[in-house]
């Protein structure tokens, strides 16, 4: 592995393992770049800043979920696929607690449109257009590939967002109730 690729890796990782014991929000750019063993500075030639640093470690998570979802995927049709598809992924978050909060954090439209246009992404990018191309038959209009991107968007909005809600201790249904609501709004969306 080549030296960037070691001094990214260990700057990840030291932010994942510091989100993981500090939190989020009161991990700084110095409580990571401590816990590499890298310079401060160091910091600033991968990542802007903390925040281009949470979306790294989000386009990462998703690519890893995607691929390994599309794996469980079940089905003799594209909606029951898909379906099998986002319940994987629901059952994956609700593992991984801070995975679904920096999740819930930063994938946003504008993520998304990063994603699209900046040849750094080139991985989420491909992994994006994987996706549509694996559930492309669900679209019953002809739409242009931004505008099916946008609503599998939502649909990962209405995912995460639920999953997100289902683990506050005021939570009025349990994940296992929501589960069917989730599946059938779904199935609307692409009908």
Known sequence: MEKKKINEKAIVDAALNSFSEKGIDKT???????????????????????????????????????????VQCVGDNASDRYISFVRYIIDELLKRPLDLDLI???????????????????????????????????????LSESEKLF??????NIVISTCKYSLNDDCVLTIDEMKPIIYKILEKIFR
């Open 151 to 156: 609503i599998i968007s939502i649909t990962f």
């Open 28 to 70: 700084s750019i110095r409580d990571i770049m401590e816990r590499s063993g890298l310079g401060l500075g160091t910091f600033y030639l991968y990542f802007n800043d903390k925040k281009s640093l949470e979306e790294k470690i989000v386009l990462d998570i998703l690519t890893n979920l995607i691929y390994q979802a599309e």
């Open 104 to 142: 819930s954090r930063n994938a946003n439209w504008a993520l998304y449109a990063k994603v699209e246009n900046d040849h750094r992404f080139e991985e989420a990018d491909n992994t994006l257009k994987f996706i549509l191309s694996r559930f492309d038959s669900l679209f019953n209009v002809k």
